[in-house]
């Protein structure tokens, strides 16, 4: 990839082409807030696609959902090619809800397994904490074939979420020496929580507030406390607080510390919140009628940088096939000459990885550059 000199940075205008790590309860309306976001933004369906993963499937109650399944890497690859390059023609689709990532680690873990596997057809391992040498090494492999994943699908200019359940957990920041604070998060691990946390633009989390009223009954010559719930507050948090991991990269002050979900649908209340963060956030203050026109120049403009990106990604895919019977065969070719190679032609065959700017020669490494390197041992 060549170096792209810096630019001034401008702010998004739209909310499609945020990336929005949404975070809540079971059943608390995740799945039908992002349908009817889709709905009242684009009017259409079809403009949305809702990706249901592993053994979730909690979308058979919603009607005008845009939807399919995944369960394997493999799938999921095919997806993202088929929307990036497709896009305009066999759909039109704008947003990606990944639903719910929890169920995105164990097939990402499958495959960085699988990927070892057939790297080292003499060590066969079943532990991701095993493979490449453990030490978090397998894991920390799948945070970045997952960021891969997503980073592509936002050059592709797709609005994409990311949605997971909530529980309370202990949180503790870098450099604290205390045991750290409880605070409602995802049930992710903080390494895999990382791909969303640290790397969205929007880390928003719903809860339920419900008011407690306590009631004091004798049970035979005791008396015992019990606990009613007797009102509830559906809310979404756009910024944390000490017990609400959240966060958002507006400006201070642009969106509310939360939102309070009251009625059936709140998407156009939902929208508004975000994009007039996004006008707020500007450093050259518009009024709504001016950021409107905005929004419609970006958006032409987006939709220009989205056709040349889905050209470039089609014309990458086709230098770049990593057909498996055919890769797992050159690795294996070029392990045997390896380790009879001179120290020169040694040499010479990591500098066609350095050439190429890849770090470690795996299964995903192109056929080409594959073929290159065999060529050395010749």
């Known amino acids: 990839m060549a170096f792209?000199?810096?630019?001034?940075?401008?702010?998004?205008?739209?909310?499609?082409?945020?990336?929005?790590?949404?975070?809540?309860?079971?059943?608390?309306?995740?799945?039908?807030?992002?349908?009817?976001?889709?709905?009242?933004?684009?009017?259409?369906?079809?403009?949305?696609?809702?990706?249901?993963?592993?053994?979730?499937?909690?979308?058979?109650?919603?009607?005008?959902?845009?939807?399919?399944?995944?369960?394997?890497?493999?799938?999921?690859?095919?997806?993202?090619?088929?929307?990036?390059?497709?896009?305009g023609k066999e759909h039109n689709i704008e947003m990606i809800a990944f639903d719910v990532v929890d169920e995105l680690f164990p097939i990402a873990e499958k495959e960085i397994v699988r990927q070892y596997n057939i790297e080292n057809p003499s060590k066969q391992l079943s532990s991701i904490k095993a493979v490449y040498g453990g030490y978090n090494e397998g894991p920390t492999r799948v945070v970045q074939l997952v960021k891969d994943y997503f980073n592509d699908l936002k050059k592709a200019h797709f609005g994409v979420w990311a949605i997971a359940h909530t529980k309370y957990k202990n949180l503790k920041q870098k450099g604290d020496l205390d045991d750290g604070y409880q605070a409602l998060t995802s049930t992710l691990t903080s390494t895999y929580e990382s791909v969303f946390g640290d790397v969205f633009d929007c880390v928003l989390t719903g809860c339920i507030d419900r008011q407690i009223e306590n009631e004091t009954v004798k049970v035979g010559n005791k008396d015992k406390t019990i606990h009613h719930a007797t009102q509830e507050v559906r809310k979404l948090y756009f910024r944390g607080t000490t017990s609400i991991d959240a966060g958002c990269r507006f400006a201070t002050g642009a969106v509310p510390e939360y939102m309070v979900f009251d009625k059936p649908n709140m998407a156009k209340e939902f929208i508004e919140v975000i994009e007039d963060g996004m006008r707020l956030s500007r450093s050259d203050k518009v009024t709504q009628d001016e950021f409107k026109k905005i929004q419609e120049n970006d958006a032409k403009e987006s939709e220009k940088k989205a056709e040349e990106y889905s050209k470039e990604h089609s014309q990458s895919g086709s230098v770049s096939n990593t057909n498996t019977a055919e890769s797992k065969k050159l690795l294996t070719d070029i392990r045997k000459k390896y380790k009879n190679a001179t120290p020169q032609q040694k040499q010479d065959a990591k500098s066609v990885l350095i050439n190429h700017n890849i770090h470690k020669l795996e299964l995903t490494t192109p056929i080409s550059v594959l073929k290159e390197m065999l060529n050395k041992f010749e």
């Open 4 to 87: 792209q000199k810096p630019q001034i940075n401008k702010i998004v205008s739209d909310m499609k082409g945020l990336t929005i790590y949404l975070r809540a309860l079971k059943k608390w309306g995740k799945t039908t807030l992002f349908r009817d976001v889709v709905l009242e933004k684009f009017h259409d369906p079809s403009r949305g696609m809702l990706v249901g993963l592993g053994a979730e499937t909690g979308y058979s109650l919603l009607d005008n959902l845009n939807c399919t399944h995944v369960e394997t890497w493999q799938e999921l690859k095919e997806l993202k090619n088929w929307l990036i390059e497709q896009k």
